[in-house]
């Protein structure tokens, strides 16, 4: 008996899905074939990560066997079950998915070789041949290919197969390297404020990308930081975490205070390349965070946020600049910034009250119409005596702190008046978040209906996120006009409000650190809209990267890189709500009444 039972249980226990490691193989050699035909190998060569081992324009393509095998082999494990005992086979799963991936590199090879159809496909060059064969005879090329794939591959089928510790080293290494190389920019500027020229040039190439004596010096620290200080981390913060509610809080408020500090104290270390970067990454910031409030608390799809941002822009402009072509007080730019958040809180209303009882789609249309409004009305020729129509409105005065006067010819200072304002905005979205209308805002996303049935106004609260996400909007664009001393309707195209939107869902919508360290890895290392990341040579791809994150987000993890509690579990409710019931924690509709 006990034998037919062992024998069942072992025909039960699941195997390798062949069909499913097919289809990624497959999905890899269409995902391989369209990196390649996007551009991106040829155009992102030129940055190196590793010189002369590795540039970002083959990283392009060798990630993907690797990953995709990776996720080939992942299996859910439901509570209840046992997982499968891992072996040669995932190994051998593994190096399928990463042949099938870069034969479909192999085949292009062929394809372009033999022939020419440049006239639908521009980057169907001999420049993209020579690149994929590296610079070999074409069956060299070819089998270089189907060979790293195949490695690659075996690589990501062993990241279920190595022990956990191992595999954790493999990714710090890996993940490391990478930062360290992609963030030279700002590593380098950082040093030699610090008067450590000598590490930068010991590390990097003088052209760009790490020295392989440099990425194995970095590669060693990312396994020797670890072992140093990764206990010693862990049982600080299980100390912190177990101290009563009154103490933790007051390392937190240390912890922040210390933060701050080194914020304000950091730009003195940087040169103006990397101050820049930072105040633009600190502008939207401010704009996240208020459609933070909107979409991630409240739960208003809102597509026209850009308008907000543009009426904060104008009005200073009208009230700051002696150009102004209709109306020109020329008053101090902090009374100015009065008058911007009582207009914009207007804007927020007048915008707010026709598309309130909208829900999903109508309600993304119609704000995503009213941005578009705004925009068209600065541009037009109706208003242009006040507005300045296509050209805009120039000689836009700095900020006047009374110290100094902030302007865009200094990035120290505008970074410093950014950071203030994101500290107010932190602040007011903190207590918001945990005050009685953050928590009517967190109903109505939840549920509107409950939410009205248990007594919230949903009118007046919607009204209220619209407001509070205009003002705080407001703020960015009154910063904005002062930096850059001139504004232009081409400013405040659609593709703002879109991309901020993507800033809040990758970093995780209701989350105010997750919002900023969304604006922190995609505009600090991507860009802006206009405006150049760390990857300056992304400028032309990073639309693509945007959408491709932002598919890979909803799918795997809609919660975000830092997601909220509450998000998380409205989100995975029915999970939470499957292992709660195989636990015994939720009783059977049979069970007898205690009584």
Same mark, same amino acid.
């Given at each position: ?95 399928? %998915? #990463? ?5 479909? =590199? *192999? $085949? /292009?090879?062929? &394809?372009?070789?033999?022939?020419? !159809?440049? @006239? ?92 392989? %004596? #440099? ?5 060693? =620290? *990312? $396994? /020797?930081?670890? &072992?140093?200080?990764?206990?010693? !981390?862990? @049982? ?100 100015? =910034?009065?008058?911007?958040?009582? &207009?914009?809180?207007?804007?927020? !209303? ?246």
């Amino acid at each position: 008996m006990t034998a037919t039972s062992e024998s069942v249980s072992i025909s039960q226990t699941p195997g390798i899905a062949w069909r499913k490691q097919t289809r990624f193989a497959l999905i890899g050699a269409l995902s391989s074939a369209f990196v390649a035909l996007a551009g991106m190998p040829v155009g992102l060569d030129r940055r190196s990560i590793v010189y002369p081992v590795l540039s970002m324009g083959y990283l392009s393509l060798l990630w993907i066997p690797f990953v995709l095998a990776s996720l080939a082999g992942s299996e859910t494990v439901l509570e209840g079950m046992t997982a499968r005992t891992r072996g040669k086979k995932d190994l051998l799963a593994g190096g399928l %998915v #990463g042949f099938g991936s870069a034969s479909g =590199l *192999a $085949l /292009l090879m062929l &394809l372009i070789q033999n022939f020419d !159809l440049r @006239d639908p496909l521009v980057n169907w060059s001999p420049q993209l041949l020579n690149l994929l064969a590296f610079n070999q005879p074409l069956a060299v090329g070819m089998f270089l290919w189907l060979a790293f794939g195949s490695a690659l591959g075996l690589l990501g089928g062993a990241m279920h197969v190595l022990p956990k510790k191992i595999r954790s080293h493999i990714r710090n290494v890996v993940l490391t390297v990478l930062a360290v190389s992609v963030l030279e920019t700002f590593l380098t500027d950082l040093l030699e404020g610090f008067g450590l020229e000598i590490l930068t040039d010991y590390i990097y190439y003088k052209r760009g990308g790490l020295e392989i %004596v #440099g990425a194995l010096l970095v590669a060693a =620290l *990312a $396994l /020797l930081l670890p &072992l140093l200080v990764g206990t010693k !981390l862990t @049982d600080a913060k299980q100390k912190v975490v177990s101290l009563p509610a009154d103490e933790r809080r007051r390392v937190n408020l240390v912890l922040l205070a210390a933060s701050a500090a080194a914020l304000f104290v950091l730009p003195f270390f940087l040169g103006k390349i990397t101050n820049e970067l930072l105040a633009n990454v600190g502008l939207f910031v401010l704009l996240a965070l208020g459609l933070n409030i909107v979409v991630g608390l409240a739960g208003i799809l809102d597509l026209g946020y850009v308008a907000f941002f543009a009426v904060g822009g104008y009005t200073t402009a009208v009230l700051t600049s002696p150009n102004s072509p209709g109306f020109s007080p020329e008053l101090p730019w902090p009374v100015a =910034l009065i008058i911007v958040i009582l &207009l914009t809180g207007l804007v927020g !209303l007048f915008i707010g009250a026709p598309v309130i009882r909208m829900r999903g789609d109508y309600l993304a249309i119609v704000t995503l119409g009213f941005g578009e409004i705004i925009r068209l009305l600065f541009l037009s020729d109706w208003l242009s005596g006040w507005f300045g129509g296509a050209q805009g409105i120039t000689n836009i005065p700095g900020v006047n702190v009374g110290i100094a006067t902030v302007k865009g010819t200094d990035p120290r200072s505008v970074f410093l008046l950014v950071l203030v304002f994101c500290a107010i905005a932190v602040y007011v979205s903190w207590r918001l978040e945990n005050s009685r209308l953050g928590r009517a805002w967190m109903a109505i996303r939840e549920d509107e209906d409950v939410a009205e049935a248990m007594g919230v106004n949903t009118t007046n609260t919607k009204l209220m996120a619209f407001v509070v996400g205009a003002v705080l909007a407001s703020f960015s664009g009154a910063i904005f006009s002062a930096k850059v001393g001139s504004i232009f309707p081409s400013s405040f195209l659609m593709l703002v409000s879109i991309i901020i939107l993507v800033v809040v869902i990758v970093g995780g919508m209701g989350n105010i650190t997750g919002v900023i360290v969304g604006a922190l890895v995609l505009i600090g290392v991507l860009g802006g809209p206009k405006q150049p990341g760390l990857l300056q040579e992304f400028s032309q791809f990073k639309l693509l990267i945007y959408g491709a994150l932002l598919v890979w987000m909803m799918l795997k993890r809609p919660e975000g890189l830092v997601p909220n509690v509450r998000r998380t579990r409205e989100l995975h409710q029915e999970e939470f709500l499957q292992d709660a019931w195989l636990k015994g924690e939720i009783d059977t509709d049979d069970q007898e009444d205690p009584q």
